[in-house]
T-cell receptor, first 117, second 116 residues
Framework: GAVVSQHPSRVICKSGTSVKIECRSL??????MFWYRQFPKQSLMLMAT?????????EQGVEKDKFLINHASLTLSTLTVTSAHPEDSSFYIC?????????????FGDGTRLSIL | AQSVAQPEDQVNVAEGNPLTVKCTYS??????LFWYVQYPNRGLQFLLK??????LVKGSYGFEAEFNKSQTSFHLKKPSALVSDSALYFC??????????????FGTGTRLTVIP
């Protein structure tokens, strides 16, 4: 089945550090990838839709300069949290859908737990 | 606008008993409906989907869900619960008639605990 790999699984760093999270589709091409943020005991909040070869589409309230998304190939999207602060601590999850058809399920990475000290 | 409601934050069921996790949705057009399961510190795993056709959909690990258009519901069910089914379950909807047609909207999740 479709596999999405997300790396790293956990990051602990000091305030002011920039952190890059990678999301790879291992056995399929993903024109579109999604980045979510999940707070404890809450649902997933869509942050942005990452489109290969073009700019990401950010959801309302998500700072594009804070959360930089790059989707340079059909199998890799990266999320960079720039100058991270404690309030950015969260669980970040990416997902991807094979092909362009909306009836396909999204396949999720295992998430990255980001802790900013 | 599209939305998903999971009215129960927590569902407890004894091992071996049938389980139901409820989900209702609201979309302006035709819905694509999905169920996902999340284990601690993991991403979401796809369980099943309804696109069209039979209202009863069978998925992974013995789970099934019934699409009810009149009640706008898509409840997740399993005839006999296992302790290993204990996890967080998310219902999601995609409105294929809108823009950003691949976006999923998630419910708030239901924590299922199967008691040995």
């Amino acid at each position: 089945g479709a596999v999405v790999s997300q790396h790293p699984s956990r990051v602990i760093c000091k305030s002011g550090t920039s952190v890059k999270i990678e999301c790879r589709s291992l056995d399929f091409q993903a024109t579109t990838m999604f980045w979510y943020r999940q707070f404890p005991k809450q649902s997933l909040m869509l942050m942005a839709t990452s489109n290969e070869g073009s700019k990401a589409t950010y959801e309302q309230g998500v700072e594009k300069d804070k959360f930089l998304i790059n989707h340079a190939s059909l199998t890799l999207s990266t999320l960079t949290v720039t100058s991270a602060h404690p309030e950015d601590s969260s669980f970040y999850i990416c997902s991807a859908t094979p092909g362009r058809y909306s009836n396909q399920p999204q396949h999720f990475g295992d998430g990255t737990r980001l802790s900013i000290l | 606008a599209q939305s998903v409601a999971q009215p129960e934050d927590q569902v407890n069921v004894a091992e071996g008993n049938p389980l139901t996790v409820k989900c209702t949705y609201s979309v302006s057009g035709n819905p694509y409906l999905f169920w996902y399961v999340q284990y601690p510190n993991r991403g979401l795993q796809f369980l099943l989907k309804y696109i069209t056709g039979d209202n009863l959909v069978k998925g992974s690990y013995g789970f099934e869900a019934e699409f009810n258009k009149s009640q706008t519901s898509f409840h997740l069910k399993k005839p006999s619960a296992l302790v290993s089914d204990s996890a967080l379950y998310f219902c999601a909807v995609r409105d294929i008639s809108g823009t950003g047609a691949n976006n999923l909207f998630f419910g708030t999740g239901t924590r299922l605990t199967v008691i040995p």
